[in-house]
């Protein structure tokens, strides 16, 4: 096994896919990469001319069966966005700044055209983010991948100052709930959306529901990244919490960032749930619960703010093209009317 | 899909079998880990008191097709000792001091007794390398991964003092090469092992040529650590560049640490190769230079020293309990005794 490396790429592959691939991932260093040293490892230098008292901060994820919707459609340069995107905002809603990106891709056998697009897809994001994608492996294991399927796995690295980190201490009863819209599906549910939807579509199927939209397209909707408005949310101090709502849906994220002695009052009927969650729901005759347990619903980030920032949250939210709804409050956990959903 | 969250781990899987892992993984938590906070992210605050400029040290990796070797033994606790110490030698040669390491765990369908076998070799390895493993994501995806596959992936992250960066700029000619044994395959080569043993035997035969090891025990022997001795030399000033041998074998792991007017000439003679690498080679019919492109062949990590320089450093690794050997010299890339091998 011959391994090549080029811009912190390891690929066991042929060198000319190779070499597309490096230019790629090179597009996406910030000054912060020390690209030319190190060996065996991926070198990042952080500014820490304004940070106090650095910490750094990681997650590690996948993208779980979305990856069975893009083998089906054929189409591999949306996945690599969705991971990259779910981490950044992952680390974000912390009040971290997103420094770099490591991705693996493990398949049975390697086609250089799809690694391209995947490769493509992580530095697609990456370059939105202002993440640099300093390293990765693509490890081809015929024996552990069945033809046709791959996993991929990101990790990420951000850096927040200590007295910065945003986790919802000072959440209260009253606090207002401002949602961002989702792209869609974004990368959670993936099993349910597609039994559900297969059993009934191919991925080129276009419901009238959809409104022209083909299944697939739908369903591959890149998660988007909220790394903008959050950085403004927190930027303008107007912040109290952040929740970014992937598995267990909006109540169960949202339960991550409020304190204990507080619960949250969502009204479903406050935005107009996309229609893809409808037709999910109305095809597989999915309980209102498991929907709400499963899916994003079509709000994909959630801002907990003091009532009477609400109005500024919201101009700060629409000055960046963002469309805020206000889809609940936070209530005491003693509080009848806050009755946890 | 509910995700637990318990000490930096997401499991999909029973909470019970989380809350075991969730013990396991703390042990592992180091003074920088910031455990309680953060809903979304792992929380690490680097000691950065004697680090004038600090540079993060990452890198990703999984262990290949060695998982195919643990999952036909039926032996899950070493393939997560692999990682780790894989990870920490690829970033401790840049001379970086290793701070956290995160998971994935890709899987079919979970048996929470392997899971919780395959934590305790990551935590296991992470505590001897004071390496806290601060996150994790387990993934079930049956339709990914067959009955009884999966796949691990790490991501480690640590840190270096940039004046400090070990990378062999200084290497010249006449240069000595210090080999480290290895404790077996390592995690590199398995997919050629595999080929060649187990079409001739099971994992728990014991060839005579193996000394009473079974081909299982041999083959998911743990890649070892070699944290303290390449913390030793780098303390002592006595070591100009290291190689962590891992894919490409001796000659191929050693051109990416010497500068490029120099070559490394090694004595392949110069020590005892391990049984097991001379049986896969001999039922095989292995040729000599795959055999040194593919496999450590018994010396799993080199130091290169100053001629002057050569019994201090084997002093000093000895009184470690290492048992170094000079295993050849670096050359000029003009000198003909120089061969790259």
């Not at 961002?180 to 579509?201: K, W």
């Amino acid at each position: 096994m011959t391994t090549y490396k080029d811009a912190g790429v390891d690929i066991d592959a042929g060198e000319e896919a190779v070499d597309r691939i490096g230019e790629t991932v090179r597009e996406t260093f910030t000054p912060g990469v020390l690209a030319d040293i190190g060996a065996f490892g991926s070198f990042f230098e952080p500014d820490l001319e304004d940070v106090d008292q650095p910490v750094l901060v990681s997650s590690i994820d996948g993208v779980g069966t979305k990856l069975k919707v893009a083998s089906r459609a054929g189409r591999y340069d949306t996945v690599g966005q969705d991971l990259v995107n779910h981490c950044v905002n992952d680390i974000a809603v912390c009040g971290a700044e997103p420094l770099y990106f490591l991705d693996y891709y493990g398949v049975g056998t390697l086609d250089p055209n799809t690694a391209e697009a995947v490769v493509e897809g992580f530095a697609t994001a990456c370059k939105e983010n202002e993440c640099a994608l300093v390293g990765g492996e693509i490890a081809e294991m015929p024996d552990v991948y069945g033809e046709g399927d791959f996993d991929l796995v990101g990790s990420i690295v951000g850096i927040v100052d200590k007295p910065d980190i945003l986790q919802g201490d000072d959440v209260q009863p009253s606090d207002v709930l401002l949602g961002l819209p989702s792209t869609g599906i974004h990368t959670n549910g993936y099993t349910l959306a597609r039994t559900v939807l297969f059993e009934e579509y191919s991925v080129d199927d276009c419901p009238p529901e959809l409104g022209g939209e083909s299944i697939g397209e739908a369903m591959l909707r890149v998660h988007r990244s909220y790394l903008r408005p959050i950085q403004a949310l927190i930027e303008s101090g107007l912040v109290k919490g952040l929740a970014h709502v992937t598995g267990g849906g909006l109540p169960g994220n949202l339960q991550r960032v409020v304190p204990d002695r507080c619960q949250t009052n969502i009204d479903y009927e406050a935005w107009e749930r996309p229609p893809l969650f409808s037709l999910i729901q109305s095809l597989g005759d999915v309980p209102e619960t498991d929907m709400r347990r499963t899916f994003n619903l079509g709000i994909g980030l959630v801002a907990i703010v003091r009532p009477d920032d609400t109005g500024r949250a919201r101009e700060r939210l629409e000055a960046l093209g963002e469309m805020p709804v206000r889809i609940g409050r936070v209530h005491s956990r003693d509080d009848e009317s806050g009755t946890a959903q």
